[in-house]
């Protein structure tokens, strides 16, 4: 009877609570191990995926740049943009002079040599009508003062382009845009060139002025003069070097160079006053919108891409925006890809394409950009074919 009573009141009595370090220790000796071999195969196949087996399409938003050169070796008379400065399609961005001062003021001696050869020649018929008005004679005197005055224009072009510097240098400012507590030029000669600008500019004007009222002249008297009294021979001539000097004027004036499409200006190559050649670059312009990815897709080559085949392309970026594209053409052949599109692994231990990595090739596809995507040319994105 006694042994029944105590087992009765054992069994109403509450269970002994059990510690909380003794319920974190069995956790930690039966749970933990389970948890960190899950966690352990997820990393590994996160490394796997990321950086050992690398996803078989990778891609890069399109970067347009643009190079603006001249077409010929010359001088530059002035860059009017900046550097990440924002341009338009068809925006003058600087201007070039591509001929020598120097040989200009040649070419215009030897057509003031040739224009006094066509004066003194023998003309029978020319001679007999000088009794009234010698229009040819007034011709030629129209086009030796027009010589005079490109000469002139040359001379204040080249005068201009100096003072332009020298006011750089007295300012304390160099070519690359950097800036000197000292003067590099006196003020004198600052004030010298200065005046030698205003002579040449002011003769510049004088012969315009004098050129247009002799040709005023000329058109007045040839539309009052009876036909026939020209000579065909000197009419010639003349024709001949009125286009010579047509074409040295033409060579005198700045070729403007363009900006090929919106975008920004990335790189300023060379500045004002420098010395140019034919196709050397200037600046870059890069387009500010990009509209496609460049795609590759890596070997082996287990993925058939087609014209039309739907591509998710999600940013890297914090909010890791994705949207839909398309594929718009496929390459017929295997290209080098891109030294940023490989594994870090590749890249990074040698310095990208050198140290001896060898180039890897893939298939080039072209893909759409989503228009909710905000990402940058030049940029990494993720890319995966979506499943129709």
Request: cysteine-free; overall charge neutral.
């Amino acid at each position: 009877m006694q042994d029944q009573s105590t087992t009765g009141q054992s069994s109403s009595l509450p269970p002994i609570p059990t510690p909380p370090g003794t319920l974190f220790r069995e956790f930690r000796i039966q749970a933990v191990p389970y948890i960190a071999f899950v966690a352990g195969v997820g990393l590994a196949a996160w490394l796997w995926r990321g950086y050992v087996g690398p996803a078989t399409l990778v891609g890069e938003v399109e970067s347009v740049r643009g190079i603006v050169s001249s077409v010929g070796p010359g001088r530059l008379a002035q860059v009017q943009v900046d550097a990440l400065q924002r341009v338009t399609a068809g925006q003058v961005l600087a201007r070039v002079i591509t001929a020598e001062p120097r040989i200009l003021e040649a070419q215009i001696a030897l057509s003031k040599a040739r224009i006094d050869a066509i004066r003194l020649g023998p003309d029978s018929d020319l001679r007999k009508l000088n009794s009234q008005i010698n229009l040819e004679g007034l011709r030629l005197s129209w086009m030796y003062k027009r010589a005079e005055w490109l000469s002139a224009k040359a001379r204040s072009v080249y005068r201009q382009l100096e003072l332009a510097r020298l006011e750089k240098l007295r300012a304390g400012v160099t070519n690359a845009g950097a800036s000197s507590p000292f003067p590099a030029l006196s003020q004198n000669d600052l004030d010298i060139s200065r005046r030698d600008a205003a002579v040449e500019e002011a003769s510049v004007k004088e012969l315009e002025q004098l050129v247009t009222q002799i040709g005023d002249s000329i058109q007045l008297m040839q539309s009052k003069r009876p036909e026939g009294q020209e000579s065909r021979s000197m009419l010639a001539a003349i024709d001949v070097e009125s286009k010579n000097l047509d074409l040295i004027e033409s060579q005198m004036m700045p070729v403007d160079l363009l900006a090929p499409f919106d975008g920004v200006v990335s790189v300023v190559h060379r500045w004002t006053g420098e010395t140019i050649q034919a196709g050397e670059p200037i600046l870059t312009v890069s387009q500010e919108k990009p509209s496609r990815v460049v795609a590759f897709v890596r070997q082996p080559i287990q993925l058939q891409a087609r014209t039309g085949m739907k591509v998710e392309v999600r940013s890297r970026g914090g909010n890791r925006e994705a949207g839909v594209g398309e594929v718009i053409r496929v390459g017929s052949q295997l290209e080098p890809i891109s030294p940023t599109l490989l594994p870090r692994s590749a890249s990074a231990s040698s310095g990208g394409m050198g140290g001896g990595v060898v180039a890897e090739n893939g298939l080039p596809i072209l893909v759409s950009l989503p228009g909710n995507l905000t990402v940058y040319p030049g940029e990494i994105i993720d890319l995966r074919i979506v499943a129709p």
